[in-house]
């Protein structure tokens, strides 16, 4: 099991930049993915970006150039670094590990 606990959230006006982070309760260097996932009021939950124990990483079209998703495995931490963000960012973001384990969420709030 593992326990991940988001934060880094807030309120920013668009434009403006936030990095979330995601810290394990135990070494990710063994994790197949990692992964942050998005969820706006009435839509569903949507990936936003992941990364594999290789390195590899992936991003939904709308935050590619925009958001950065990179790992400290000695700190057991995933970071997601977002720049010129917009409105349509505002969401609840999640972070996950393999697809089974889930933070707690942090809110972030793009204002215009």
Do not use: H
């Not at 936030?18 to 569903?44: D, E, H, T």
């Not at 991003?59 to 917009?86: E, H």
Request: proline share 2%; hydrophobic share 35%; glycine share 10%.
């Amino acid at each position: 099991q593992v326990q991940l606990v988001e934060s880094g959230g807030g309120l920013v006006q668009a434009g403006g930049s936030l990095r979330l982070s995601c810290a394990a309760s135990r070494s990710i260097f063994s994790i197949n993915v990692m992964a942050w996932y998005r969820q706006s009021p009435g839509k569903q939950r949507e990936l936003v970006a992941a990364i594999t124990s290789g390195g590899s990483t992936n991003y939904a079209d709308s935050v590619k150039g925009r958001f950065t998703i990179s790992r400290d495995i000695a700190k057991n931490t995933v970071y997601l670094q977002m720049s010129s963000l917009k409105p349509e960012d505002t969401a609840v973001y999640y972070c996950t590990v393999d697809y089974d384990y889930w933070g707690q969420g942090t809110q972030v709030t793009v204002s215009s």
